[in-house]
C-alpha cells in the first residue's frame, strides 16, 4: 500500500466511512477506492482529490502529505492556510480563555484563534485573535472562515435581497453568488475580532466588531 493510498484509508476510517459510502460521495465505484488505497492505482486527477479531500473533511494537505493539525497552545489555536480548521480536530479542547472576555454571545463553543506565523488572512492578521464558532451554514451577514478548493480562508459574506450570498475580501472585491452553488465550505463564523496595536511600546489587544 503506498503513502497516498494508505492516509485515504487512514482518513476513511476516522471519518467512520464505508468504501461504498466514501465512493458516492466521490463519484466512483467502491473497487475504485478499493484499487487508490491498495495503491494498485496511484495517479489520481486534481478534481477527484479536491472530492476526496471534501469527502474526508481534510485538505489537499492533510490528504496527499499527511500534515498534522498544529497543536493548541494555551487554549488559543494557530490557523494556516494550508491546514484543516484546527477546531475540527481539537473539539475536545476547552476555550477556558473565553470565561474572562467581556462580550456577549461567546461561548464554550467558541474556539479562540490566531494566524500561525507567517500566515496571511484577509481581516486577520498575524498577532490577531478571533473567537470563531464551529458551523457549517450561513446563518447571518459578518466574517466567516471557509474551506475553499482545501485552503483556509476568510471572506466577509452577507444576503442581497434577491437571496443570493455576496463574497467580499478585505480588498472590498465583492463576488455574488447563487446560494446552491457556493465554491466553498464553511467550517465557521467569527463572532469577535481582537486587534494588535502598538501603543507607547506595549502591545495591546483591542476588540473591534466583526461586521
Same mark, same amino acid.
Given at each position: 500500500?503506498?503513502?497516498?493510498?494508505?492516509?485515504?484509508?487512514?482518513?476513511?476510517?476516522?471519518?467512520?466511512?464505508?468504501?461504498?459510502?466514501?465512493?458516492?460521495?466521490?463519484?466512483?465505484?467502491?473497487?475504485?477506492?478499493?484499487?487508490?488505497?491498495?495503491?494498485?492505482?496511484?495517479?489520481?486527477?486534481?478534481?477527484?482529490?479536491? $472530492?476526496?479531500?471534501?469527502?474526508?473533511?481534510?485538505?489537499? /494537505?492533510? &490528504? +496527499?502529505? @499527511?500534515? *498534522?493539525? =498544529?497543536?493548541?497552545?494555551?487554549?488559543?489555536?494557530?490557523?494556516?492556510?494550508?491546514?484543516? $480548521?484546527?477546531?475540527?480536530?481539537?473539539?475536545?479542547?476547552? /476555550?477556558? &480563555? +473565553?470565561? @474572562?472576555? *467581556?462580550? =456577549?454571545?461567546?461561548?464554550?463553543?467558541?474556539?479562540?484563534?490566531?494566524?500561525?506565523?507567517?500566515?496571511?488572512?484577509?481581516?486577520?492578521?498575524?498577532?490577531?485573535?478571533?473567537?470563531?464558532?464551529?458551523?457549517?451554514?450561513?446563518?447571518?451577514?459578518?466574517?466567516?472562515?471557509?474551506?475553499?478548493?482545501?485552503?483556509?480562508?476568510?471572506?466577509?459574506?452577507?444576503?442581497?435581497?434577491?437571496?443570493?450570498?455576496?463574497?467580499?475580501?478585505?480588498?472590498?472585491?465583492?463576488?455574488?453568488?447563487?446560494?446552491?452553488?457556493?465554491?466553498?465550505?464553511?467550517?465557521?463564523?467569527?463572532?469577535?475580532?481582537?486587534?494588535?496595536?502598538?501603543?507607547?511600546?506595549?502591545?495591546?489587544?483591542?476588540?473591534?466588531?466583526?461586521?
Amino acid at each position: 500500500m503506498d503513502a497516498l493510498g494508505s492516509r485515504i484509508k487512514q482518513l476513511r476510517l476516522k471519518a467512520k466511512l464505508s468504501k461504498a459510502a466514501l465512493a458516492r460521495r466521490v463519484g466512483v465505484s467502491d473497487v475504485t477506492i478499493s484499487y487508490w488505497e491498495s495503491g494498485t492505482i496511484r495517479q489520481i486527477g486534481h478534481e477527484r482529490l479536491v $472530492a476526496l479531500a471534501s469527502a474526508l473533511d481534510c485538505t489537499l /494537505a492533510d &490528504l +496527499l502529505h @499527511g500534515t *498534522p493539525a =498544529p497543536p493548541p497552545q494555551h487554549g488559543v489555536l494557530h490557523i494556516q492556510v494550508h491546514q484543516s $480548521a484546527p477546531w475540527l480536530h481539537h473539539g475536545d479542547v476547552p /476555550a477556558h &480563555l +473565553l470565561g @474572562g472576555l *467581556p462580550l =456577549p454571545g461567546l461561548t464554550r463553543d467558541c474556539h479562540l484563534v490566531t494566524p500561525g506565523h507567517g500566515e496571511t488572512f484577509d481581516f486577520l492578521a498575524e498577532g490577531d485573535l478571533a473567537a470563531v464558532f464551529p458551523l457549517s451554514d450561513f446563518a447571518r451577514d459578518g466574517l466567516y472562515v471557509l474551506d475553499y478548493l482545501g485552503k483556509l480562508t476568510i471572506r466577509h459574506l452577507s444576503r442581497t435581497s434577491s437571496g443570493d450570498v455576496q463574497i467580499r475580501n478585505e480588498s472590498e472585491h465583492v463576488e455574488t453568488v447563487p446560494t446552491n452553488a457556493l465554491p466553498f465550505r464553511l467550517v465557521g463564523q467569527i463572532r469577535a475580532r481582537w486587534k494588535l496595536v502598538e501603543s507607547k511600546d506595549i502591545h495591546a489587544i483591542e476588540p473591534e466588531p466583526t461586521d
